[in-house]
């Protein structure tokens, strides 16, 4: 079955534009997640959405970061006036719930470089 | 401190050995996952577990709640299995991972 997909897996962008990067969860599973790793460090935790709310958005870096969520499905974390210390991969992950007991599935990532 | 400390860092070995990667973490946890990157590829999470053992495959994980201590398990090694292992907590009361710094295995032929 299809995992979690993600678009583009690459994206190089100019200091100071915006870029979007997309994430399609599994289907039927209500709970996503977004997580970055930057290079030659750990991953952090984002934003996590239950349906299209996001109870948990205390991984935001800054204000320039947001996200959303539609038809509890496809989510959009959006990156305005990027900044160079933006570059990294930005992983979305999947689960059936938000309870605890569900595995998270990762999709590819997309790699983000700000020139 | 981090609240998840993974050892070692890194890790050499030759194909056949068997390897321990260790895990502990100083949060109240719900559940702890086991998770591995291939160089320039994506994660695949390999158990989550919030008691006792689980093994799949050459593969066993293990976790003691009480002394904060999960510990994975290669038998029989091989370069395939040469990749980034990482620990993550799930807070008991979130639902966002926590994450080690990764283990760097490279196991040799």
């Known amino acids: 079955g299809a995992g979690v997909s993600q678009s583009p897996s690459n994206k190089v962008t100019e200091k100071g534009k915006d870029v979007e990067l997309r994430c399609d969860p599994i289907?039927?599973?209500?709970?996503l997640y977004w997580y970055r790793q930057r290079l030659g460090q750990g991953l952090e935790f984002l934003i996590y959405f239950q349906g299209n709310s996001a109870p948990d958005k205390s991984g935001l870096p800054s204000d320039r970061f947001s996200a959303e969520r539609t038809g509890e499905s496809v989510s959009t974390l959006t990156i305005q006036r990027t900044q160079q210390e933006d570059s990294a991969v930005y992983l979305c992950a999947s689960s059936l719930n938000g309870f605890s007991y569900n595995e998270q599935f990762f999709g590819p990532g997309t790699r983000l470089t700000v020139l | 401190k981090n609240e998840v400390e993974q050892s070692p860092q890194n890790l050499t070995a030759q194909e056949g050995e068997f390897i321990t990667i260790n895990c502990s973490y100083s949060?109240?946890?719900?559940?702890l996952h086991w998770l591995q990157q291939h160089p320039g590829g994506g994660i695949v999470s390999l158990f989550m577990l919030s008691s006792g053992k689980k093994k799949h495959g050459r593969l066993i994980a293990t976790i003691n709640i009480q002394e904060k201590h999960s510990s994975l398990h290669i038998t029989a090694s091989h370069p395939r299995d040469s990749a980034v292992y990482i620990c993550?907590?799930?807070?008991?009361?979130?639902?966002?991972?926590?994450f080690g710094t990764g283990t760097l295995l490279a196991v040799q032929p």
């Open positions: 993550a907590v799930l807070g008991g009361a979130t639902n966002k991972l926590i």
């Open positions: 289907s039927g599973h209500t709970a």
């Open positions: 949060v109240g946890i719900s559940a």
